[in-house]
């Protein structure tokens, strides 16, 4: 026995001390090889009806490494394997009369061992080949059995951690698409990016994504191809008749196959896969990746699957935001030009209605009176709402711009409370104020100061009950003026707190005698407020105690 070339047992380490299955597999050949005092040691996996070579390690030749051996259909490793025990051969028939030092033609004898992990039974196996001295023993087998079993739990340990660690990876990949595409609401963007994460995952040469629109019709929303062919975006096609697609249509699974790019003019490629997007039972879209170099294997499917399943949630997002906008678009459009149709009668209607009321065509007759005033009020409250609808659209669209001057807030509070004064008289109302000392001089239209102020004072005076007490305080800081605006009246309820500057947005709630209003206010006071770079929010609000709001706005020093 040449024990020059023999690696000392203790330097091998411990096959277990590796998580990397193929360096655990070759620390077996090593040990097997040493324990056994074996010249060649083969690990094969039976897959199929075939064994295969999954490691191999050779004495004879210059670095260990083995040449290829004809063990596919060996009888002897089946034998082995069905037994789950070591088979031992001497002489190795498999080598009878070849005459090459090294491979199996040399081997003498011959040691077939299982690898056996419980419970499940073993589709690996050791093939041990000594050039030299005698037979394998039975010592030698039950030696190598001990040794085959810790390797087997070994190898099934890499094996099961190195499936983690891809299923890991896989879920990162879903991770970090999710990030970047769920706070996107373009589609156009979230297409595109959808895309390119899909190209780099699995370095494919294109991605194209397509809208569902109904039956086999698809849109073309977006490509991206590293050969720079360009995808027919916007075309609606019939995917009928290409059968990966209607496969995966029908079985909601990603499938490899191939599609015929040509019939839409671009150039076709040799693999496709085809990746429905599902959201909630519905297919939404269908990814296509595809490529030259080679087909897709499974773990490149379950990355593109995975990357497919936040896909459809960001699409179906996106979609719905852009129809949401859309039908709020059109929402706007129509009340501005309804608000328009309706100003110039209207003013018509006020100037008679105002002439008849106070006498400029004619003493009226005294029944005519108190109708004459309401219609004249009426008037001025429908006036008022159009006004509102037009700059709220204004504000909206962002045409109302202004940039803006330097003006007194003190006489804004002033003037405001002077006006909230008479109200709160009215409605038996308390209303505490205070201003800042001296003036305070802050960006802003005093117009539309005043517009935010009377909003928020009728406001704490509409939603508090009778006698409501109401508080206006103030705040100077380095760059900020702040007035708080605060009653104690009904509050508001949690799941309203993030709508109420919406247009139009109010708390319904009929069988409480709730004050009519449009909805309107905060949305033009705050959008007012940013216009000159302040802002405005709800800073405490509790149900049946009360709300404060804080109305900002930057100092004229400050942003000069
Ligand atoms: P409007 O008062 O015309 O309904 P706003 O935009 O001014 O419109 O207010 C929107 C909604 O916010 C109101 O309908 C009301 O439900 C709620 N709200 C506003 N201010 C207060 C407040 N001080 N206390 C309680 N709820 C309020």
Redesign the pocket.
């Known amino acids: 026995m040449d024990n020059a070339a023999k690696a000392p047992l203790e330097e091998v380490p411990d096959v277990g001390d590796s998580l990397d299955p193929a360096k655990v597999m070759e620390r077996t050949l090593r040990r097997a090889a040493d324990e056994a005092d074996a010249d060649l040691v083969v690990l094969l996996r039976r897959e199929d009806d075939e064994l295969v070579e999954e490691a191999g390690f050779d004495r004879a030749s210059l670095n260990g490494h083995l040449q290829p051996i004809p063990l596919a259909g060996d009888q002897a490793s089946r034998l082995a394997l069905e037994l789950g025990e070591p088979v031992l051969r001497s002489p190795e028939p498999l080598s009878a009369g070849a005459g090459s030092s090294a491979g199996l033609g040399a081997i003498r004898h011959s040691a077939r061992v299982p690898l056996r992990a419980e419970p499940e039974t073993s589709a690996l196996l050791l093939f041990l080949g000594r050039r030299r001295g005698g037979p394998f023993t039975r010592d030698d087998a039950a030696l190598l059995e001990v040794l085959a079993h810790q390797a087997a739990i070994a190898i099934r340990n890499a094996e099961l951690y190195e499936r983690a660690q891809k299923t890991a990876r896989r879920l990162q990949v879903g991770v970090d698409v999710a990030l970047e595409v769920a706070a996107r609401l373009e589609p156009d963007e979230v297409v595109e990016r959808i895309l390119r994460r899909a190209l780099e995952a699995v370095e494919a040469d294109r991605a194209t994504l397509g809208r569902m629109e109904g039956g086999f019709e698809c849109t073309i929303l977006g490509s991206v191809d590293r050969t720079e062919d360009q995808a027919p975006v916007g075309r609606t096609v019939s995917l009928e008749s290409q059968d990966p697609v209607v496969e995966a249509m029908t079985t909601r699974r990603p499938v490899q196959g191939h599609l015929a790019y040509e019939r839409i003019g671009m150039r076709p490629l040799r693999w496709d896969l085809v990746i429905p997007l599902v959201v909630g039972g519905e297919l939404v879209a269908l990814l296509g990746v595809s490529r030259d170099r080679r087909q897709f294997d499974e773990d490149e499917i379950a990355v593109l699957q995975q990357i497919g399943s936040v896909a459809a949630l960001a699409f179906r997002n996106a979609t719905l935001f852009q129809s949401l906008r859309e039908a709020s678009r059109v929402r706007s459009q129509f009340l501005n030009m309804a608000a328009h149709e309706l100003r110039t009668p209207l003013s018509v209607i006020g100037g008679y209605a105002s002439m008849l009321s106070d006498g400029t065509l004619g003493e009226a007759p005294s029944a005519w009176r108190m109708p004459l005033a309401v219609v004249v009020e009426k008037t001025k409250e429908l006036a008022h709402l159009i006004d509102d609808i037009l700059l709220a659209g204004r504000l909206e669209s962002g045409v109302a711009r202004t940039s803006g001057r330097s003006m007194d807030l003190t006489a804004a509070l002033r003037e405001a409370t002077q006006r909230a004064g008479a109200r709160a008289k009215l409605i038996d109302a308390r209303l505490k104020v205070e201003p800042p000392p001296g003036t305070v001089q802050v960006w802003g239209e005093p117009d539309h100061v005043a517009r935010i102020l009377d909003?928020?004072v009728?406001?704490?005076f509409?939603?508090?009950p009778e006698q409501a007490e109401v508080s206006i305080t103030s705040e100077v800081g380095e760059h900020w003026a702040v007035v708080r605006?605060e009653?104690h009246?009904?509050?508001?309820s949690e799941e309203?707190r993030d709508h109420?500057?919406q247009q139009f947005?109010?708390?319904?709630d009929p069988k409480d005698g709730?004050?009519?209003?449009?909805?309107?206010?905060?949305?033009?006071?705050r959008a007012l407020a940013e216009r000159y770079g302040g802002n405005l929010d709800l800073e405490w609000?509790e149900p049946g105690q009360?709300?404060r709001?804080a109305l900002r706005l930057p100092l004229f020093d400050a942003a000069a």
Do not use: C, K, Q, W
Request: cysteine-free; aromatic content about 16%.
């Open positions: 909003n928020l009728n406001n704490a509409n939603y508090s605006v009653d009246g009904r509050g508001i309203h109420i500057f947005y109010r708390v319904e709730y004050p009519p209003g449009t909805g309107l206010g905060l949305f033009i006071s609000t009360g709300s709001f």
